[in-house]
């Protein structure tokens, strides 16, 4: 008898969130490549096209089945918001967000599961950041989690601390890392990308737009203490707020030509301008899944992040850890002072970033479920 474990792939099939999405990909092709003799992976997705439906496929080569929700997902956001399921079935289900069909179910005696995964606790740390009904809906669903989720995945101890507090869990948090996407490497023309991105060479990188948690003036703050006449890339930004990151980093004293402010990226752009970062800045102290510190580890290159519960999770001995802005600043300057320091930083980084692995992630996740 054949094991189907079923991930939720509403990211695939209708993004909200690039890093989700990437994250809901990478974890099911190692999923499918990860599974178990007499095991398999299908998935469920919201209502779609055809040619919608058919792109998802193609992207998860190996996947079993792919069942179709009869509702959109905004629509399925609400009915599973409200607890309502219909039509979902049973079996082991795991989500790599919060959406999930979180309903009472019976895991003894049917052997249905559900399990979700939680990444940015910023819903409950800095919810005047974020659109009500998007705060709403995700307290909602950890709600819904406490009372059915068979087990919550969070990417980092630090967070499964965290999030401990903020709802009934007891025992059932696990936490499984995430990592930078499979085969993430600088590309062969990573010069003509950063050219068509206009972006120069050799900069500092920083990540995240001008919400107050998102700490970009510590970041732009850490640079002008470090004395760096250099250029300073931010990307991430969301859209329409580059006029307002370019004032932050004027009133820590970056010069306006100086800033370079890009949006999202896709994984190959992101890896090309990681190729000419001299260094990552991670300023925000939130409660969130580093993503951009993954990725320069994965590269090797050198990382300065503030000194929180998160980044030291996650950066360990890969990398500095600032106190505050002063000590931030030090350890930029510190870590660009001479070609020796920058080369072991690179490989301190480049170390520890092979501690994260999708295929890794995948196991711990079939792991999770066999003992479920």
Excluded: Y
């Excluded at 306006?256 to 752009?269: I, K, Q, W």
């Excluded at 890969?318 to 870590?335: I, K, N, Q």
């Amino acid at each position: 008898m054949t094991a189907t474990l079923r991930v939720v792939l509403d990211q695939l099939a209708a993004p909200t969130d690039s890093n989700l999405a990437t994250a809901t990909r990478e974890l099911t092709r190692a999923l499918i490549r990860a599974a178990p003799r007499g095991c398999e992976v299908a998935g469920i997705i919201p209502a779609i096209p055809q040619d919608g439906r058919d792109a998802v496929a193609q992207a998860l080569p190996g996947l079993a089945d792919l069942h179709s929700m009869a509702l959109a997902r905004r629509e399925l956001a609400g009915t599973w918001q409200l607890g309502v399921a219909p039509g979902v079935g049973g079996g082991m289900i795991h989500s790599p967000s919060l959406f999930a069909p979180l309903v009472r179910h019976d895991r003894v005696h049917d052997n249905d599961q559900t399990v979700v995964t939680v990444w940015d606790l910023r819903p409950w740390e800095a919810p005047e950041e974020l659109p009500r009904t998007t705060v709403s809906w995700h307290r909602a669903m950890l709600k819904r989690a406490a009372k059915h989720a068979d087990a919550v995945v969070v990417p980092t101890h630090a967070m499964a601390e965290r999030l401990a507090g903020l709802g009934r869990l007891g025992d059932r948090i696990r936490v499984i890392s995430g990592a930078a996407p499979a085969d993430f490497a600088v590309p062969r023309d990573e010069i003509g990308r950063r050219r068509e991105l206009g972006l120069p060479e050799g900069f500092v990188l920083l990540s995240g737009g001008a919400a107050v948690s998102d700490a970009l003036a510590d970041g732009f703050a850490a640079v002008a203490a470090a004395g760096l006449d250099m250029p300073v890339v931010v990307v991430d930004a969301p859209e329409g707020e580059e006029p307002a990151i370019t004032e932050i980093a004027s009133a820590a004293g970056i010069p306006e030509r100086l800033v370079h402010v890009r949006g999202a990226l896709s994984a190959t752009d992101r890896a090309a301008v990681l190729g000419s970062a001299v260094a990552l800045v991670a300023s925000s102290r939130r409660t969130a899944f580093p993503w951009r510190i993954v990725e320069a580890l994965a590269l090797g290159v050198p990382v300065i992040a503030s000194d929180s519960p998160v980044h030291t999770d996650v950066v360990l001995d890969g990398g500095v850890l600032a106190a505050d802005v002063t000590a931030l600043g030090e350890g930029l300057a510190r870590a660009l002072g001479s070609a020796a320091e920058v080369e072991r930083m690179s490989v301190l980084a480049a170390d520890r970033g092979r501690a994260f692995s999708w295929r890794d992630a995948a196991d711990r996740v079939w792991q999770l479920h066999a003992d479920l």
